[in-house]
C-alpha cells in the first residue's frame, strides 16, 4: 500500500497572523512551521505502516508552497514519511481551495496512492475543504474529520462525530481522509531522523512538470476573489484578573458573579 | 431560470435548524435579486410532508433524490446535476459538518468558487457577496465569485424563519441522479450515535464547561461540584477534544458538530476558545474563562476572564460559592 500524506507549511503558532495589505494576501514574512494538524496524519499514516494489518510500502509527503515549505517537507520526513514532493511555482500563488485541490489532486495522480491523508484544516487559511476537493478530483471516495480508522487491504472503517452524534462509514480504497485532532498523540522526531531528514529524496515539480493546466491555478484561474478586507465589529473587552493570589482571585470572581445575580 | 440552491439535512423525520436557517436566507437573497430559493432533498423515500415544508421557510421548489442519506458525496452529485439542469448561480449551505464536504466537492465538480464560515450574504449589482471572518475572527473577508458561487454558512450564523405567506408548501420534483461510481464506495454503518450518558443541559441557567486543560477525565468530577455549588438549574458542559477522548458524554457538547446554548452563564475552564466551540455559546449572558494561557483566543470574546491555574482557581470558587450561597 502507498500511502500520500498532504502537508502545508503555515506561520508559526506564535506569529501574530495578517493579511498584507499590499497583496491582499496572508504576511508569510515571519516563521514558519509545519501545519500542527498536518502532524496527525503522518501519525497516522505511520501507525497503518506499524499496525502491521496491511502492508505499507511507502509513505509520501505531498505540498504545494514556496521554496522555504521544503522545510515543512523535512519535518514530515523526520516524522516518518519515506520520501517528498514539493509542487513550487509562482504561477500557483493566490490559488484558492479549488485550484489548490485540483493542483494537488494532478500531482497525486501520477503517484497512485492508496490511501490520500490530510490535516482536520490548516492553521492559516482554516478552510477545512482540501480533503473534499481533491477526492473530488481523484475520483475516490473521501470523508474528513475522522477521529479513528481501521484499515485492511481494500476498505477503511471510519469513526467520526456529524451534526447528529458518532458515526461510522466503511469506505472502499482508494479513498481522501482528512484526520481530526482526535485521532491519535503526534510522536516527536527523533535527533537521528531529523538529522536524516535532508537526505531522504525530494522532487521538486512546476506545475508544467505536473501537467497541471495553467489557466486553471494561480489568482487568475481562481473563481472566488477575496479581498476588501476589513476590522470586525469591535466588542468591549472584558474584565481580566491575573491569579497571584487564588484566595482574593476567587473572592473577586464571586463578587463579580454576586453583581449580576448569578449566584 | 437561475437561483440559488441549497441543501436540506433532515434526520429522524425533521429538517436540521442550520438547514432550515440557510433556506430562510436563500429565500430572501433570491427575492432581492429577483429570482427564486429552491432546496435538494436527499434520502431513501423522503415523504411528501416533509419536502414540501420547506415552502415555510421560503424554498418555491424542492427537488428529491433517492441516495443514501448521511454522506457528502452523493449529494454532490445531486445537486451538480440539478444546478446545471436548472442553471442555478449559487448554493448556499447551513453550518454543520456534511455542508462543508458537499460544498468542497461542489466546488470541484462545477469549478465554482467557494467561502466557508460565511456570516453574512449580501446583494451587490445583482451578485452575492459573501462576508468571512478570518484568522481567528481578526479580520473579514469579503468574497465575489467569477462563475458561480458556493456559500457554507458557520453554525448559527443563518435563523430560520416562516415566510409571510407561511402556509404555503414547495412543490416537490422527483430528480432522477445516476451516482458517481466513488460515491458508492462509501457507506454508513452506524449513524447518530450517542456516546455516553443522555445529559440534558439544554435548559440549563448555569453551565461550568470544560476542556482539555482539565488535564483528565476526573477533572470533570470537580466541575460537577462547582455546577452543584450554584444550585437550582446548573449543568456541566464539554468541548469535542473531551468528548472524542471520552471524559464526557456527546450530549453535553456544545458547538459546530454539538449544541447550540445560551445560558445566563457561561463559565469555561480549560477551554481554548476555537470558533467551533465559539459558535455554540456565543450568546450566552455572561462568559467568564479561566485559562492558564493570557493569549487563549476565549479571551477575546469573555466578560470576565481569570488568567490562571484552574486546578488552584476551581477547587476554592467551589467553596466560595458555597460560602456566599450559605451567607
Ligand atoms: C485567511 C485566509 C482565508 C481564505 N479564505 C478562502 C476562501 O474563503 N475560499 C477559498 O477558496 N480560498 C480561501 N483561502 C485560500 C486557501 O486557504 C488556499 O487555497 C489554501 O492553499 C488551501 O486552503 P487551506 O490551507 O485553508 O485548506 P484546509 O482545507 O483547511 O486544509 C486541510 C488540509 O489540506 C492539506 N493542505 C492544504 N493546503 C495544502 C497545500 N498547499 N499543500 C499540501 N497540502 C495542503 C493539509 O493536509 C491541511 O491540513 C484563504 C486563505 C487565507 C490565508
Ligand atoms: C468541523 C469541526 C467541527 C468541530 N466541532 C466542535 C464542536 O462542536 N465543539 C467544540 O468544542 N469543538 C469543535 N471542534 C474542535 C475545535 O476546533 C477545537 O479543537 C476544540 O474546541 C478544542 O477544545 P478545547 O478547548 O477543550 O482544547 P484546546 O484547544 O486544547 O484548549 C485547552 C485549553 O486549556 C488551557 N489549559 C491547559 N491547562 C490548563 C490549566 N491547568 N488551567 C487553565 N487552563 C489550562 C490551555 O491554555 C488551552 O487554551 C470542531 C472542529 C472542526 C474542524
Redesign the pocket.
Known sequence: MKICVLVKEVPDAAVEKRINPQTGRLDRSGEKNLNPYDTHAIEAAMQIKEGGAVQVDEIVAVTMGPESATRALHKAVSLGADRSIQLTDDALAGSDVQATGYALATVLQKESPDLVLLG??SDDGEC?TIGAIVADHLQMPSLT?VIKMDVNDSALRCERQAEYGYDTVEIDLPAVISV??AINEPRYPSLKAIMGAKKKPLEKMGSGDAGIDGSRVGADGSMVQCGNFKAPPSKSAGEIIEDEDTNETVERIVAWLDERKLI | MPGILTFALHYEGAFNKNSLGAVTEASKLARELGTEAHAVVVGENVPDELASQLGAYGASKVFRVQAPEGLAQPVVDAMAKVMTDNGHDYALFGGG?LG?EIGAGLAARLNAGVTMEVTAVDVEDGRLVAQRPILGDSAISESRYRGKGIIIGRLNAFEMQQSADAGSSATVEDVQVELSPWSTKARMVTRGEQRGADVDIEGADILIAG???L?KAEGFETLEQLAASFGGNSAVAA????VDAGWYPYAA??????KTVAPKLYLA?????????KV?MQASENIVA????SN?P?FEFSDLGVV????KIVPKLIDAVKAKKGG
Open positions: 482536520q484544516q477545512y474529520q481530526g485532532d | 459538518l462543508f476542556g482539555r486543560g488535564g468541548t469535542r477534544a473531551v457538547q456544545i458547538g459546530q458538530t454539538g475552564a480549560g477551554i481554548s476558545g476555537a470558533i467551533q466551540h455554540g479561566i485559562n492558564k494561557d487563549a476565549i490562571g491555574d484552574l486546578n
